[in-house]
Antibody, heavy 119, light 108 residues
Framework: QVHLQESGPGLVKPSETLSLTCTVS?????????WGWIRQSPGKGLEWIAS???????YYNPSLKSRVTMSVDTSKNQFSLKVNSVTAADTAVYYC????????????WGQGMLVTVSS | EIVLTQSPGTLPLSPGERATLSCRAS???????LAWYQQKPGQAPRLLIY???SRATGIPDRFSGSGSGTDFTLTISRLEPEDFAVYYC?????????FGQGTKVEIK
């Protein structure tokens, strides 16, 4: 069974960089699929942030592209997200996910991690 | 970028009733790459439907998806107590994924 787990600081100061890692078990990232990040601001809907393949091919949400970087470490079976110059608007639950069938962004999901941007 | 518009925003129904949720795309969805998710409070979303009409593993057959092009529907044939939740549609095309704003199915 595919299992994903987010980790990283739960509190980030404004203007700093948010960094999260997703550790995958039960499936090798090198075997395929897109691996992505989705976030949900408090009381709001879902927003796709970015997705990456083991080869490094990466797609970004155009509205966030200038501040976001994704990377993958196949040796650790992990992928990561960095968001630069954060503001309070970046406060959200961040989910990592594995692509499902027919390009569904989230066939498998992590439990989610709340990241708060505050001084 | 394709914009997905879900309606209604809130759907008050009673257990046992039929739920019909709509998702309309601003442009035709490539290859019907349209998915539906269920999300309960404090939980991650769960994939229900992919490819517009295929049920994900373990999803009860009271959930069904239909549609093509720009108009898609999620139907819950008879609502069970555990089905009251928020439902999102999502599409993939041109190297982008986008979500609808969600429909909340609440107890009437």
């Amino acid at each position: 069974q595919v299992h994903l787990q987010e980790s990283g600081p739960g509190l980030v100061k404004p203007s700093e960089t948010l960094s999260l890692t997703c550790t995958v078990s039960g499936y090798s990232i090198s075997s395929g699929y897109y691996w992505g990040w989705i976030r949900q601001s408090p009381g709001k809907g879902l927003e796709w942030i970015a997705s990456i393949r083991h080869s490094g091919d990466t797609y970004y949400n155009p509205s966030l592209k200038s501040r976001v970087t994704m990377s993958v470490d196949t040796s650790k079976n992990q992928f990561s997200l960095k968001v630069n110059s954060v503001t309070a608007a970046d406060t959200a639950v961040y989910y990592c996910a594995r692509e499902g069938q027919a390009a569904a962004v989230g066939g498998y999901w992590g439990q989610g991690m709340l990241v708060t941007v505050s001084s | 970028e394709i914009v997905l518009t879900q309606s209604p925003g809130t759907l008050p129904l009673s257990p046992g009733e039929r739920a019909t949720l709509s998702c309309r795309a601003s442009q035709s969805v490539t290859n019907n790459y349209l998915a539906w998710y269920q999300q309960k409070p404090g939980q991650a979303p769960r994939l229900l439907i992919y490819g517009a009409s295929s049920r994900a593993t373990g999803i009860p057959d009271r959930f069904s998806g239909s549609g093509s092009g720009t108009d898609f529907t999620l139907t819950i044939s008879r609502l069970e107590p555990e089905d009251f939740a928020v439902y999102y549609c999502e599409q993939y095309g041109s190297s982008l994924w986008t979500f609808g704003q969600g429909t909340k199915v609440e107890i009437k």
